[in-house]
């Protein structure tokens, strides 16, 4: 018998494709080490050309999971991904509440020489639309992420459709990055993390991390690759699984860049569209 590794939560949508949702999540997790845990939030009909149809789990049962989860399994660490509707959302803010998890990776909590996290740090992607454009969040919904959600959150990790949504910014080099990230900032993440793989004319993908003073930029080539569905939720499951690990923030978010970087790199083809990235790459297969 192993030892119990770390746990993680994600909260967050099914996509039946095995690419992106919390099938993305749970792989990333077990290829960061980690156990991972699910509340499920909706089941999306979705394959590699797109989401079909959607299903919402009502909002008493996500929150049922979280509390479930988290009061015997025990996590130290959890994420949103596809959050649906801002019932959904409500029911998640005041259930994340009631069982001690967000913001976390507290830089002055550190500084005051408490620790490195006060609470159990909570990743919020404010994940809106799914590759194909198919809405994934209500219309109504981003205004409860950034009201309920963020000023929950150790670290927010908006894609730059998302950051336009959020505080109505188009990010197209390092100056508008940096003014997004303040401006996101100032919604109550202790970090965010301003993601670059929509500036597809950029020969390099730029990742800017911002704790409200300092910045750290994660770059690296483009790779060409068409196939990156899922790419934002394993990022964000990954550094959600370095988080449960006990790593603090800029370290969480570092290992997990390492962690994409190879995974866009073996990503591969599925179906007649869009494609994974992959953790196959970290998993031995069973002789
Ligand atoms: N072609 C690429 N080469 C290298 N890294 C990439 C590439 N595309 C995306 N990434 C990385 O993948 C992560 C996700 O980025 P992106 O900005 O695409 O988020 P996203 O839109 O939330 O993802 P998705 O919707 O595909 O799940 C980022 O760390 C980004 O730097
Ligand atoms: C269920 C689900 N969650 C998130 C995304 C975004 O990658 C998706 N396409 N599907």
Redesign the pocket.
Known sequence: MADTPPRALTI????SGGA???EADLRAMTACGVHGCVAVT?V?V?NSLG?TGVHLVPPDTVAAQVRAVVTDIGVGAAKT??LASREIIDAVADVVDEVGVGRGADPDAERRGAGPSTSVPFVVDP?AA??AGEP?LAEDAMEAIRGRLFPRAALATPNLDEVRLLVGITVTDAATAREAAEALHALGPRYVLVKGGHLRGSPEVVDLLFDGERTWEFTGPRIDTPHV??A??ALASATCAALARGLAMPDAVASAERYIRRAVAESYPLGAGVGPVSPLWAVQPHR
Do not use: I
Not at 12 to 15: F, K, L, Q, V
């Open positions: 967050a949508g099914s996509d992106a949702g919390l909706a999306t979705q989401v991904g596809m994940v799914s590759m994934l569905h899922g934002g939720d």
